[in-house]
């Protein structure tokens, strides 16, 4: 039949380009359709100024082949957005799987067709696919949200959201801009936006704790060290609750006589990245805990900002690292420059957006320039956008309730929904993990499954109910003896109006994560369903 194959793959980013080899690897014929232009999933539209990885780039990448990650250099320890979308070209060029990928393509309808066990997949371009399989590789931060400002159609000026950022330069020379949002993407922009700005205006719901990135550019023979010792950190990556080789911690904040503790936050903030989150394991459970590293990281934002009447403004009180952990290249200092400007929408909150600047309760703010850098429908935005229907024409809206019942089986599947896999879905480690790591396990487990099904005859998988309640009300338990839900975040779906409070991500470690879903496989797909050929005497 024209346009069938074994697989659909919808995205390709690092989910998808792994995917689609892997697939094509073991003998399935696969067929990866993406909305935009090219290969890189979120690294081909976040191209704002100052967009870089808060991995270390030389575990932010696939450690599937030894001899794929030999072959690419990193030129600094944190890439830049432009450095990882040509890293994810050349290992799409080096494992040949463009020409299984289809551009310019997006997934409007899916729908499970029960007489011919196939989903039969509509694109918006109006193409019709059907396949044996459908894997969800949208990632977890693929649609952006911009709040629904009253005014917004009419502000005569130029406006973006840092996560679909334009592919020519914007030229911010002279320009006066607003931003609004201090998450990742405005604290990565903020510094680099006022380097060429005239006047920058940065609009600030929630102050952010962040780390100090200490980017650098990777000496050669550092790189060939690092090469040198990838089998090594390899293998603690996959042993690891973070997917970095960062072992799990034993040490816990309070426990920890206080010359010791402020000794190793100053270590860690002195090295960076995303080692001080690491460096306790009861940040985000005890608020005992939390205090002491959140105070000791509001201490450094004093120490930064010059402008007394500004500090203030600046300092979180949230507990440290319940939303996402936030490193930085000079974002507080840049306080300190007087064409910078705080505007606390706590004191001010925006009323509107006008033709000439943005409309706080106390004044206008005239602006030729308003970036948006108000993140993402997290989690589950971009899948239920994706209208895809399982059993009985039953929509994934439907059976979520429209978010507010979100229930999955592992974070891969979903009762209802036969043949159909999620790639770091939701109740998964996903984002709380390297998501390069989380995503080669899940890949290689659905790869895996697919096998298992070829070989045993099996025309449909599916979770069953109570799998999948059990799953939902572990992840549910897990999170809440922690921190993570007593936060306003983007973990838990705060950042939008109107969506539902969730909190959609397992917590309990990739490591343990990767053995129960082993344990899954080795039990013949414990808490699925299986329903087999008829086999023809
Ligand atoms: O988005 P965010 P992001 N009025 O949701 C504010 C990944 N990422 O794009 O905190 C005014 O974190 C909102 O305020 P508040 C990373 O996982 C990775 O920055 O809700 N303000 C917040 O300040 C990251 O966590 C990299 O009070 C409003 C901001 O907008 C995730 O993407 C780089 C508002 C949104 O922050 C999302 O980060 C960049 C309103 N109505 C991103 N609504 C890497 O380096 C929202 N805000 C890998």
Same mark, same amino acid.
């Given at each position: 039949?024209?346009?069938?194959?074994?697989?659909?793959?919808?995205?390709?980013?690092?989910?998808?380009?792994?995917?689609?080899?892997?697939?094509?690897?073991?003998?399935?014929?696969?067929?990866?359709?993406?909305?935009?232009?090219?290969?890189?999933?979120?690294?081909?539209?976040?191209?704002?100024?100052?967009?870089?990885?808060?991995?270390?780039?030389?575990?932010?990448?696939?450690?599937?082949?030894?001899?794929?990650?030999?072959?690419?250099?990193?030129?600094?320890?944190?890439?830049?957005?432009?450095?990882?979308?040509?890293?994810?070209?050349?290992?799409?060029?080096?494992?040949?799987?463009?020409?299984?990928?289809?551009?310019?393509?997006?997934?409007?309808?899916?729908?499970?067709?029960?007489?011919?066990?196939?989903?039969?997949?509509?694109?918006?371009?109006?193409?019709?696919?059907?396949?044996?399989?459908?894997?969800?590789?949208?990632?977890?931060?693929?649609?952006?949200?911009?709040?629904?400002?009253?005014?917004?159609?009419?502000?005569?000026?130029?406006?973006?959201?840092?996560?679909?950022?334009?592919?020519?330069?914007?030229?911010?020379?002279?320009?006066?801009?607003?931003?609004?949002?201090?998450?990742?993407?405005?604290?990565?922009?903020?510094?680099?936006?006022?380097?060429?700005?005239?006047?920058?205006? $940065?609009?600030? !719901?929630?102050?952010?704790?962040?780390?100090? +990135?200490? %980017?650098?550019?990777? #000496?050669? @023979?550092?790189?060939?060290?690092?090469?040198?010792?990838?089998?090594?950190?390899?293998?603690?990556?996959?042993?690891?609750?973070?997917?970095?080789?960062?072992?799990?911690?034993?040490?816990?904040?309070?426990?920890?006589?206080?010359?010791?503790?402020?000794?190793?936050?100053?270590?860690?903030?002195?090295?960076?990245?995303?080692?001080?989150?690491?460096?306790?394991?009861?940040?985000?459970?005890?608020?005992?805990?939390?205090?002491?590293?959140?105070?000791?990281?509001?201490?450094?934002?004093?120490?930064?900002?010059?402008?007394?009447?500004?500090?203030?403004?600046?300092?979180?009180?949230?507990?440290?690292?319940?939303?996402?952990?936030?490193?930085?290249?000079?974002?507080?200092?840049?306080?300190?420059?007087?064409?910078?400007?705080? $505007?606390?929408? !706590?004191?001010?909150?925006?009323?509107?957006? +006008?033709? %000439?600047?943005?409309? #706080?309760? @106390?004044?206008?703010?005239?602006?030729?320039?308003?970036?948006?850098?108000?993140?993402?429908?997290?989690?589950?935005?971009?899948?239920?956008?994706?209208?895809?229907?399982?059993?009985?024409?039953?929509?994934?809206?439907?059976?979520?309730?429209?978010?507010?019942?979100?229930?999955?089986?592992?974070?891969?599947?979903?009762?209802?929904?036969?043949?159909?896999?999620?790639?770091?879905?939701?109740?998964?480690?996903?984002?709380?993990?390297?998501?390069?790591?989380?995503?080669?396990?899940?890949?290689?487990?659905?790869?895996?499954?697919?096998?298992?099904?070829?070989?045993?005859?099996?025309?449909?998988?599916?979770?069953?109910?109570?799998?999948?309640?059990?799953?939902?009300?572990?992840?549910?338990?897990?999170?809440?003896?922690?921190?993570?839900?007593?936060?306003?975040?983007?973990?838990?779906?705060?950042?939008?109006?109107?969506?539902?409070?969730?909190?959609?991500?397992?917590?309990?470690?990739?490591?343990?994560?990767?053995?129960?879903?082993?344990?899954?496989?080795?039990?013949?797909?414990?808490?699925?369903?299986?329903?087999?050929?008829?086999?023809?005497?």
């Amino acid at each position: 039949m024209a346009n069938h194959v074994d697989a659909i793959v919808i995205g390709a980013g690092f989910s998808g380009i792994y995917m689609t080899y892997k697939l094509r690897e073991e003998g399935f014929t696969v067929k990866t359709l993406e909305k935009a232009a090219g290969v890189g999933g979120v690294w081909f539209l976040a191209r704002y100024p100052g967009a870089r990885c808060d991995s270390d780039s030389i575990y932010y990448n696939y450690i599937f082949s030894e001899e794929l990650y030999k072959k690419w250099s990193w030129s600094s320890r944190f890439a830049a957005q432009d450095e990882i979308l040509s890293y994810l070209n050349f290992v799409a060029d080096e494992l040949d799987v463009k020409k299984e990928m289809q551009f310019n393509t997006e997934v409007k309808f899916a729908i499970w067709d029960e007489d011919q066990t196939k989903w039969l997949v509509t694109t918006a371009q109006g193409e019709v696919f059907t396949a044996t399989y459908l894997i969800s590789g949208v990632g977890c931060l693929s649609t952006s949200s911009i709040p629904n400002f009253q005014g917004r159609e009419s502000f005569k000026g130029e406006s973006y959201h840092t996560g679909n950022w334009p592919h020519t330069p914007v030229d911010l020379k002279g320009k006066r801009v607003g931003v609004i949002g201090t998450g990742s993407s405005g604290v990565q922009s903020i510094p680099v936006i006022a380097e060429e700005a005239k006047e920058v205006y $940065v609009f600030q !719901r929630t102050p952010q704790y962040s780390v100090p +990135t200490r %980017n650098r550019q990777f #000496t050669e @023979e550092e790189i060939a060290q690092f090469k040198e010792a990838f089998l090594d950190a390899r293998e603690i990556m996959l042993n690891s609750p973070s997917g970095l080789p960062i072992p799990r911690s034993t040490r816990s904040v309070v426990d920890t006589p206080e010359e010791e503790r402020i000794a190793i936050l100053e270590d860690a903030w002195e090295k960076g990245g995303m080692i001080l989150n690491n460096a306790f394991y009861d940040i985000v459970i005890d608020p005992k805990s939390n205090e002491l590293v959140s105070e000791f990281l509001r201490g450094k934002i004093r120490e930064k900002v010059k402008k007394s009447d500004v500090v203030e403004h600046l300092l979180p009180y949230y507990y440290y690292s319940t939303k996402r952990p936030i490193l930085d290249t000079n974002y507080h200092d840049t306080y300190n420059q007087d064409h910078v400007t705080l $505007v606390n929408l !706590r004191q001010q909150p925006i009323e509107c957006i +006008t033709e %000439n600047g943005i409309q #706080t309760t @106390e004044k206008e703010y005239p602006l030729d320039i308003i970036v948006f850098a108000t993140g993402y429908d997290a989690m589950t935005g971009t899948l239920l956008k994706l209208d895809i229907r399982g059993r009985n024409g039953v929509s994934l809206q439907e059976k979520w309730e429209n978010g507010a019942k979100v229930e999955t089986y592992l974070g891969l599947g979903l009762a209802g929904f036969p043949n159909f896999f999620t790639i770091t879905g939701p109740q998964s480690p996903s984002v709380l993990t390297n998501v390069p790591t989380a995503i080669e396990q899940h890949v290689e487990w659905i790869s895996d499954c697919l096998n298992y099904l070829r070989e045993h005859n099996v025309k449909t998988i599916e979770p069953t109910v109570e799998a999948e309640i059990q799953w939902s009300k572990q992840c549910t338990e897990i999170a809440n003896g922690t921190l993570f839900t007593k936060t306003e975040s983007w973990y838990t779906g705060s950042n939008i109006d109107g969506k539902s409070r969730d909190f959609l991500i397992y917590l309990n470690g990739l490591d343990n994560y990767r053995q129960l879903c082993n344990e899954v496989a080795e039990h013949g797909y414990k808490g699925y369903q299986l329903q087999y050929e008829e086999i023809k005497a």
